[in-house]
């Protein structure tokens, strides 16, 4: 069974630019969750979605959005990028709610680099 | 909220020796699960070992194992027979019960593995 799939590996992009990061569940879970990695800051969640509706969201600003299509592959977009945004974006998926005790897979990331 | 601490930020064991990484936790909830994540150089998350909260019994993983005090909010993780591919960093999660997969993680510890 295929695993999380998360693409691009890398990405540099310029101060000011969006950027949108994607990522594939493994097949059957429905809930996807994205969290940003920094050396400062450590593993910070950005939000999840289940069913194609956002969940949960952490604290980050609006620049920072998501989204899921029906076959629960989701989307993270980041707008005017800033500086700060440069991290390793990790992505996890989960079984539905029903499986309460439901292991988090985590993709191999993407590195965002900004300049 | 809830919060996760792991007070060292590295150790390192003798290889075949064992080490305890400790992880401590904040939460009013008497429901929840624990986890141990490990993430290698190649920055793939990969579950260790969970504990549901409501279980007594501390979660045992091979040469991975848990002591779980839920009065003192404490979680710490034992490897014993410690092996070369055991270097990585390790972090501590916490999930609440029911309604997200959100994880919040602890800031983590890098272990060494001396041959």
């Known amino acids: 069974k295929a695993g999380v799939t998360q693409t691009p590996r890398y990405l540099i992009k310029t101060r000011g630019q969006q950027v949108t990061l994607s990522c594939s569940p493994i097949?059957?879970?429905?809930?996807v969750s994205w969290y940003q990695q920094t050396p400062g800051q450590g593993l910070q969640f950005l939000f999840e979605?289940?069913?194609?509706?956002?969940?949960n969201k952490g604290n980050f600003p609006g620049r920072f959005s998501g989204r899921q299509f029906s076959n629960s592959r989701s989307e993270m977009n980041v707008s005017t990028l800033e500086l700060g945004d440069s991290a390793l974006y990790l992505c996890?998926?989960?079984?539905?709610?029903?499986?309460?005790?439901?292991?988090?897979?985590f993709g191999q990331g993407t590195r965002l680099t900004v300049v | 909220a809830q919060t996760v601490t792991q007070s060292q930020p590295e150790m390192s064991v003798q290889e075949a020796e064992t080490v305890t990484l400790s992880c401590t936790y904040d939460?009013?909830?008497?429901?929840?699960?624990l986890f141990w994540y490990k993430q290698p150089p190649s920055r793939q998350m990969i579950l260790v070992i969970r504990?549901?909260?409501?279980?007594?019994q501390n979660a045992t993983e091979n040469r991975f194992s848990v002591n779980f005090q839920k009065a003192a909010k404490s979680f710490s993780l034992k490897i014993s027979d410690s092996q070369l591919g055991d270097a990585a960093m390790y972090f501590c999660?916490?999930?609440?019960?029911?309604?997200?997969?959100?994880?919040?993680f602890g800031k983590g510890t890098k272990l060494t593995v001396n041959p």
């Open positions: 996890a998926s989960s079984l539905d709610r029903a499986h309460v005790n439901t292991e988090a897979f």
């Open positions: 097949s059957g879970h429905r809930s």
């Open positions: 979605y289940f069913s194609e509706t956002q969940r």
């Open positions: 939460t009013s909830e008497s429901d929840y699960y």
């Open positions: 504990q549901e909260a409501y279980k007594q």
């Open positions: 999660a916490y999930r609440a019960q029911g309604g997200s997969e959100k994880l919040v």
